[in-house]
């Protein structure tokens, strides 16, 4: 099983929704960070959240993490179209942080 | 621009050829990566560099072979392809090789093997 798993798999919203995305992982981590993926495109860094840090807000985007639950979330508020990606949560070990371990992303639509 | 380049972007080849996938990046970092997505969006590390030493070789097959010729540059060399090695190949770069700066991908290589 992996390290990261989001959750859920595919979401469809309205725009101007709020979209949530979930990650959970297994083990320790130093840091997790998100990123997002358009169609035939690489991936794109959003934001970077410390594991002694709680909530991470960059613009429209807000990172929580527990790491007693051993979870942290991306909340995307008003979303619009234009945010319609893919987006995976990454995790960078304590032991081994050289190598982030990617989950296999949450598919977001969003429907104008 | 500033960014992480690769190529080709399509290659479409026969079972039991070699190819390259070239890698640049211009933006100064000292580590650069090898990443593999497959169908299902599954993204598995591959090989790391830093500095033109390897430092993640990740229970590949040794067919895949890469190649730093300088820090700017993380080429990969797949001999014999199969089938199984159809996916999308991302090469990527960080300041440095803690995990502690984001990653920067190209857009990636979508390798077909028929």
């Known amino acids: 099983s992996q390290q990261g798993e989001e959750d859920p798999q595919a979401l469809s919203i309205q725009e101007g929704e709020n979209a949530t995305m979930n990650c959970s992982y297994k083990?320790?981590?130093?840091?997790l960070q998100w990123y997002r993926q358009n169609s035939g495109r690489g991936l794109v860094h959003l934001i970077l959240?410390?594991?002694?840090?709680r909530e991470k807000h960059s613009g429209r985007l807000r990172v929580t993490l527990d790491t007693s639950k051993k979870s942290s979330s991306l909340l995307i508020t008003a979303s619009r179209a234009a945010d319609t990606a893919s987006y995976f949560c990454?995790?960078?070990?304590?032991?081994?942080?050289?190598?982030?371990?990617f989950g296999q992303g949450t598919r977001l639509t969003i429907n104008p | 621009d500033t960014a992480v380049s690769q190529t080709p972007k399509y290659l479409v080849t026969q079972m039991g050829n070699d190819k390259s996938i070239k890698c640049e990046q211009n933006?100064?970092?000292?580590?650069m990566y090898w990443y593999k997505q497959d169908s299902k969006k599954f993204l598995k590390i591959m090989f790391s560099?830093?500095?033109?030493?390897?430092?993640i070789n990740e229970t590949v097959p040794n067919r895949f072979s890469p190649k730093s010729p300088d820090k700017a540059h993380l080429n990969l060399h797949i001999n014999s392809l199969e089938l199984g090695d159809s996916a999308v190949y991302f090469c990527?770069?960080?300041?440095?090789?803690?995990?502690?700066?984001?990653?920067?991908f190209g857009n990636g290589t979508r390798l077909t093997v028929t």
């Open positions: 083990t320790s981590i130093n840091n």
């Open positions: 560099y830093n500095n033109k030493e390897l430092i």
């Open positions: 933006l100064g970092h000292d580590t």
């Open positions: 990527a770069s960080s300041q440095d090789g803690t995990g502690s700066s984001p990653l920067h």
């Open positions: 959240i410390r594991s002694n840090e």
């Open positions: 990454a995790t960078a070990l304590i032991q081994g942080a050289q190598k982030l371990v």
